[in-house]
């Protein structure tokens, strides 16, 4: 399984960037895909998640300003970022889970100036 995330790069304090990845299988679908970030110096956390079925799990943090989305058909998933934080400066990671196990995307830079 190879991931290619892409969309990230630099805003102001309260601007919008919408990350996308694609997920490229021989068969079948990964059962969760979603984002995680590490910004310098901390450990990498999960920002969001969404399964198959559309259920989402997000971190308190991103709550009200991110927004997941799936292309299943695809094997695509989306991070709307609005509302964006200096906090939010990270290196943001897709990630997809299936029946042969975790993969890991390249990075993607995410930097919010205030």
């Known amino acids: 399984v190879q991931l290619q995330a892409s969309g990230g790069g630099s805003v102001q304090s309260g601007g919008s960037l919408r990350l996308s990845c694609v997920a490229s299988l021989r068969s079948g679908r990964p059962d969760v895909m979603g984002w995680y970030r590490q910004a310098p110096g901390k450990l990498r956390e999960m920002v969001a998640i969404m399964s198959t079925g559309r259920i989402t799990s997000y971190a308190d943090s991103v709550k009200g300003r991110f927004t997941i989305s799936r292309d299943n058909a695809e094997n695509m998933v989306f991070l709307q970022m609005d509302s964006l934080k200096p906090e939010d400066t990270a290196v943001y990671y897709c990630?997809?889970?299936?029946?042969?196990?975790?993969?890991w995307g390249n990075g993607t830079q995410v930097t919010v100036s205030s």
């Open positions: 990630h997809a889970r299936s029946i042969g196990g975790n993969y």
